[in-house]
């Protein structure tokens, strides 16, 4: 940990080498504390402070504890610190939720009360799009103002000329993004779309979408399996792509990939929250 860094420079910087972490800010103090309104911290996934200071071992439990948990589902975290005969006058114990505020005993002598904003900070959500095809040029054009990294990967020979990616590949052999969420879409239509499917199938992803018929996915299914990989793997891709908004165009085409992509993000995200309220207790 590295106290005297400058908080709000290293979390410019590691924004974009989108790295992820939770910023926690010290936004009210009552009575003594090692830490006062405004201090910052920035906590890795791990529960490691890397640079900052939000006050000694009093606060330092909850606010871990609440960081980990925040990177874990999303959500920001408001933690109000306080000591036992405090929080007893508020009808409250350590470790119950009120209206968004998570409440935590203060074991110091000291005695005070922190309240400390817990923020996640996540990589933006990878889209992999593989294929040079108007469907393809489409849908990374259109994610970008979404907050997707975008990554195109095609043979550069298809392509006339280079779109404005995050990251272009030739080819369909690629590094894997290291980022929670993962989406993918196969929009080679006609051409490397075996390469193209066994490529998308190597990793985890969160959604996996192949740009043609349900027919012309049955035949590459067999081809696949036939190769040893599992049905379950291969069955785990959506074709075709896409709500059904009677799309025609390949604009109107990539609106419909990236509105069934929102709808398995954004539903992930609120089932995680949900999980989060099961567990405590809500």
């Known amino acids: 940990m590295n106290a005297h860094v400058d908080v709000l420079d290293l979390v410019s910087r590691l924004k974009a080498a989108e790295e992820p972490f939770a910023l926690a800010t010290v936004v009210r103090t009552v009575s003594v504390t090692a830490a006062k309104a405004g201090a910052k911290a920035i906590i890795w996934p791990d529960g490691r402070i890397e640079a900052g200071w939000i006050g000694g071992g009093c606060a330092r439990g909850a606010t871990l504890k609440a960081a980990r948990e925040a990177l874990a589902d999303g959500q920001s975290r408001l933690i109000s610190i306080q000591p036992e005969d405090l929080l007893a006058e508020l009808g409250v114990k350590p470790g119950d939720d009120r209206d968004g505020v998570k409440f935590a005993k ?24 593989l294929g040079a095809s108007p ?3 489409a849908l990374a054009e259109q994610a970008k103002p979404l907050g997707f990294h975008v990554t195109l990967a095609a043979p550069l020979g298809d392509l006339l000329a280079a779109p404005e990616v995050d990251r272009l590949i030739d080819g369909f052999a690629f590094d894997v993004p290291q980022t929670v969420h993962r989406f993918v879409v196969i929009s080679t ?4 779309d075996e390469a193209a499917l066994k490529a998308a199938l190597a990793f985890e992803a969160d959604y996996r979408g192949f740009v043609g018929s349900r027919r012309k996915m049955a035949s590459l299914r067999e081809k696949l399996l036939g190769e040893g990989i599992a049905g379950t793997v291969v069955d785990s891709v959506k074709a075709p792509a896409g709500l059904d908004l009677g799309a025609i165009t390949p604009e109107e085409i990539a609106l419909s990939i990236l509105a069934e992509i929102t709808l398995a993000r954004r539903h992930g995200q609120r089932a995680q929250g949900t999980e989060s309220l099961t567990r405590n207790g809500n």
């Open 106 to 129: 203060n074991m110091c002598p000291s005695q005070g009360t922190m309240d400390i904003f817990v923020e996640p900070v996540l990589p933006r959500p990878a889209l992999l799009v």
């Open 135 to 137: 469907v393809a040029l």
């Open 189 to 192: 239509q006609g051409k490397g």
